[in-house]
Structures are given as structure tokens and as C-alpha cells.
């Protein structure tokens, strides 16, 4: 059975039963997050470009917006809904996927989900399901996709999107392996945009993508259900892999298990370095001579920005977010990625004492970091994959949620959701209403 024939059996017959109370709780968890990093951002400009501009091409009232009481249809969510969760660079991270899987799933299944009427039972499964499958195809591309200078997010994510949105259709797994081929020939997405609109984009594009696919091939659309694997098709095309143990256990091992939640406001990639500094001694700016940062290779182009002058540059500079948590800014708010940060001359100072290696013994969730002195060196290392408790993880995220929307909203959503996230009260509070 080939990669496509897999992902469409698994998401035409997952039921919730076979799944574990774990990736029933992460789910919900991770929905608690894209809402609130959904919400946290709908005044971002790249938030407000698409939403504007679905709002002005009108349509069937189908699904909800970020920051908007006006429903537009399915597709049309899902762009603007996918690009506003990834605005702030806040939500969700999969290393072994390497890319952000609920931003572009969770758009595109809510928004399927209200245009159907489905339930929020039905919702939730359908959104692990499309992650699910999302994080299977990111590790099928592998390393060599993302290296080349694909972004996971949008070209893995949108299979996911197109299968959780299929699902909510109730396609068989025929049609779902023609929504994949379909999307084969759709789903896109280039590093080269990180650190502009585009990057959050991308994640609106792969939602948009799955929802179309999906509509398209309940229509009747007929394309090449091998697109995805044939030659000339997706994966040969764009570096893939092919990473042979990709689908190992689909349906009874989940991967979403070991998603990755920020607690900075910043690219994961520079969060293991943040936490292994946040245990060393405090040091006054003005002591420190060296600060070095051993990290994977990987990160060396995605989040190594030496000096840059905005804040959105910042969320991807090593130098920036050590400089600035040496200096108390806490690196978890919001309001600390600034431009006005990155021209502040004590900032500007300390980073220049900042160097990076890249030492391939390390795992990509992996830092060290020393701090040299003219009296000593400090030295700590961390782990973003060490376990956590997902009760300590709950904890955290609802802390996180509360401290981008205040309590009592945030208390009010995670109520929600753990009723079974209804699609039209979801749909209410993503609007703001």
C-alpha cells in the first residue's frame, strides 16, 4: 500500500475511540492555543490584508473570522484564519515535521466544520486526524524538502488540511486519496518568506488549499490520486525523501503527541538556547564579554539574524532574544519584539558579543550556551524534547492563553473546548463575539 492509500484509509476510518486520551487532550490543547494566538493577532497587519480582503470579495456566509462578525465562505476562512494564527510566530511546533501543523489545520477543519454543521466531537477528530496525517507527510519529505527551502507548514500542512476537511465532508477513501493527488499539484510554500508576510501567508495557503481540494473533489474534479508519489509527482518534485517508516503505526501511534508549544515569542528555534541561558546566574550586561550559542545546524538559516532592525527580525535572531532576556525584556510578551528594541543601544551592544556554531552531534531540539566574564564562563545546555507532563503542559498553555487575552476569556475558551468545541461557538469566539 503506497503512501497516498495509507493517509486516505487512515483518515476515512480513524475512529475516536482508537484514539489516546494523550492526543485527545493535546488536541484540545492545542486548539485552546491557535485560538489564542489567533486572537492575540488579528490586529497584525498581514491579519488584517487577508481578512480585508475575503470581507471584500464577500461570498456565502459559511465560516467565522479572526477579528470579524461577518462570515465569509469555507476557503476564504481558512486563508485568512491560517495567516492570522501564524502571524505572531506563537503557535505550534513539530520537530520531526519540521513545520507548525495547527495553523494549518485547525483553519481549514473549523471552517469545514461550520459550513457543514458538524459537530464538535466530529471537529476535534477531524483536526487531529488532518495534523495527524500533516506531521506523517512532513516526516515522509524529511530534512532534504525543508532544507532545499520548502516550508513543512504549507506544503505538508496543506495534506493535512485537505484530509480534515475531506473527513468533515464525509468523502470515502477514493475521493481522499484524489484530494491528495489534487493537492499535489497545489500545495506550496517557500522558506525564502520568513521573516515577511509570507510566512504567516503560507500557513493560509495550505489551509485554503486542503478546503479546496476538498470541494473541488466532491464535485466530481478528477486528478492523479499518485501525484503525490509518482514520478514527477510531489515528493520526487520537491526533494522529498521518502522516508520509508513515515506511516509506521498510523492509526494506533500518534505523533501529535509530541507536538512542541512555545512559551516564547519567538522561532522554536531559538528556544532551547533561551531556557538553557534562563538557568545560569544573572550576569549585568556590562560584565559580559562572549556569549556563545552551540545549536543543530538546521537553525543556522532559519533563525540566525545577527542585527536586525524590526521586531518581526528579532523573533529570529539569536543574538536579539539572548541580548534582550540578559537585559529582564520577557521574551514571552508579546510587546518585547520591537523595533524600537532592536535600535536600543545596550541591545545593539550586547549582541555583538553573541557568536553561533552549529555542531551536527546535537539534536535540532538542542542548545548550549556559555557566558564568559573577566572573572568566569557559565555554561548550561537544554533539551526542548526532555518530557513534560502534559499536566505541567496544560498549565503553561492555559498561563499562556491568560496572558494574551486575560483570564476570564481565556477561562471561557478552554471551558469550550473542553465541551467538545462546538464550530459555531468556536466560530462566535474566534469573531470576537
Not at 492509500?5 to 492555543?33: G, H, I, W, Y
Not at 518581526?312 to 543574538?319: D, I, N, R, T, V
Not at 499562556?400 to 477561562?411: F, N, V
Amino acid at each position: 500500500m503506497n503512501i497516498t492509500q495509507q493517509l486516505a484509509d487512515f483518515a476515512c476510518n480513524s475512529k475516536s475511540e482508537e484514539v489516546t486520551p494523550d492526543a485527545v487532550l493535546m488536541t484540545r490543547l492545542s486548539l485552546l492555543d491557535w485560538v489564542a494566538v489567533g486572537l492575540a493577532g488579528r490586529d497584525e497587519p498581514v491579519a488584517r490584508i487577508t481578512r480585508d480582503m475575503v470581507l471584500e470579495e464577500a461570498g456565502t456566509a459559511q465560516a467565522s473570522l479572526f477579528g470579524s462578525q461577518t462570515r465569509v465562505p469555507a476557503r476564504a476562512a481558512a486563508l485568512a484564519n491560517g495567516a492570522t494564527s501564524h502571524a505572531l510566530d506563537y503557535d505550534d511546533t513539530h520537530f520531526a515535521h519540521i513545520g507548525h501543523p495547527s495553523v494549518a489545520v485547525f483553519p481549514a477543519a473549523l471552517a469545514m466544520a461550520q459550513a457543514r454543521g458538524a459537530s464538535g466531537a466530529e471537529f476535534l477528530h477531524a483536526a487531529l486526524v488532518g495534523i495527524e496525517a500533516s506531521i506523517r507527510v512532513g516526516i515522509w519529505l524529511g530534512r532534504a524538502h525543508y532544507q532545499t527551502g520548502f516550508h513543512q507548514t504549507a506544503t505538508a500542512g496543506a495534506f493535512g488540511a485537505g484530509l480534515a476537511a475531506a473527513r468533515l465532508m464525509g468523502l470515502g477513501a477514493g475521493d481522499m486519496a484524489m484530494v491528495l493527488g489534487l493537492l499535489a499539484t497545489r500545495a506550496s510554500g517557500l522558506k525564502s518568506q520568513f521573516s515577511t508576510m509570507g510566512k504567516p501567508f503560507n500557513a493560509g495557503l495550505a489551509a485554503a488549499n486542503g478546503v479546496e481540494a476538498a470541494q473541488l473533489v466532491a464535485k466530481g474534479f478528477v486528478a492523479n490520486p499518485d501525484a503525490l508519489e509518482a514520478a514527477q509527482g510531489f515528493g520526487p518534485t520537491h526533494a522529498g525523501e521518502n522516508i520509508t517508516n513515515a506511516m509506521e503505526g498510523i492509526g494506533k501511534t500518534w505523533f501529535f503527541e509530541t507536538i512542541s508549544h512555545k512559551f516564547h515569542a519567538c522561532c522554536h528555534g531559538l528556544h532551547a538556547a533561551l531556557e538553557a541561558q534562563s538557568t545560569l546566574l544573572p550576569i549585568a550586561h556590562d560584565a559580559v564579554r562572549a556569549i556563545k550559542v552551540t545549536t543543530h545546524p538546521r537553525w543556522m538559516t532559519v533563525c540566525n539574524q545577527t542585527a536586525p532592525d524590526t521586531g518581526l527580525g528579532a523573533k529570529f535572531s539569536y543574538s536579539t532574544v539572548l541580548a534582550m532576556q540578559i537585559l529582564g525584556h520577557d521574551t514571552a510578551r508579546l510587546d518585547s519584539y520591537s523595533d524600537a528594541i532592536c535600535a536600543d543601544a545596550k541591545v545593539q551592544a550586547l549582541r555583538t558579543k553573541v557568536s553561533v556554531a552549529a555542531d551536527d552531534s546535537l539534536r535540532e531540539t538542542e542548545a548550549h550556551v556559555s557566558i564568559k566574564t573577566d572573572t568566569d564562563v557559565q555554561t548550561a545546555a537544554f533539551d526542548l524534547d526532555a518530557p513534560m507532563p502534559i499536566a505541567t503542559r496544560q498549565e503553561k498553555l492555559q498561563t499562556k492563553a491568560a496572558s494574551l487575552l486575560g483570564t476570564a476569556q481565556a477561562a471561557t475558551i478552554w471551558k469550550t473546548i473542553k465541551a467538545d468545541a462546538d464550530p459555531r461557538t468556536m466560530g462566535e469566539i474566534i469573531a470576537g463575539g
